[in-house]
C-alpha cells in the first residue's frame, strides 16, 4: 500500500511544481485539463482505488481527496 500512498504524494508534488510554473490564464486551463479534466491525472488516480486493498481504501481516499481539494483551490 505504501506505493499507492506514495503515488499520491508524488503527483502532488508535480501538481504544485506545475501550478507554481503556471503565469496566464492558457497555462492554468492546461494545468486545470491536466490535473481535473475527464482524462486527468486525477481521474487515473480515482480510477485506481478499486485496486486498493479494502482496509486500505479510506487512508487512499481521505488523501485523494485532500489532493483535489488542494488543486481545485
Known amino acids: 500500500m505504501?506505493?499507492?500512498l506514495d503515488q499520491i504524494d508524488a503527483l502532488q508534488t508535480q501538481a504544485l511544481a506545475d501550478?507554481?510554473?503556471v503565469s496566464d490564464a492558457e497555462?492554468?486551463?492546461q494545468f486545470r485539463i491536466r490535473?481535473?479534466?475527464t482524462k486527468g491525472a486525477?481521474?487515473?488516480l480515482m480510477?485506481?482505488?478499486k485496486?486498493?486493498?479494502r482496509e486500505h481504501k479510506?487512508?487512499?481516499g481521505q488523501k485523494a481527496n485532500a489532493l483535489r481539494q488542494r488543486i481545485e483551490a
Do not use: H, M, R
Request: hydrophobic share 50%.
Open 19 to 21: 501550478l507554481a510554473a
Open 35 to 37: 490535473y481535473l479534466g
Open 42 to 44: 486525477l481521474k487515473d
Open 58 to 60: 479510506p487512508a487512499f
Open 51 to 53: 485496486d486498493v486493498p
Open 47 to 49: 480510477a485506481a482505488l
Open 2 to 4: 505504501p506505493t499507492t
Open 27 to 29: 497555462s492554468l486551463e
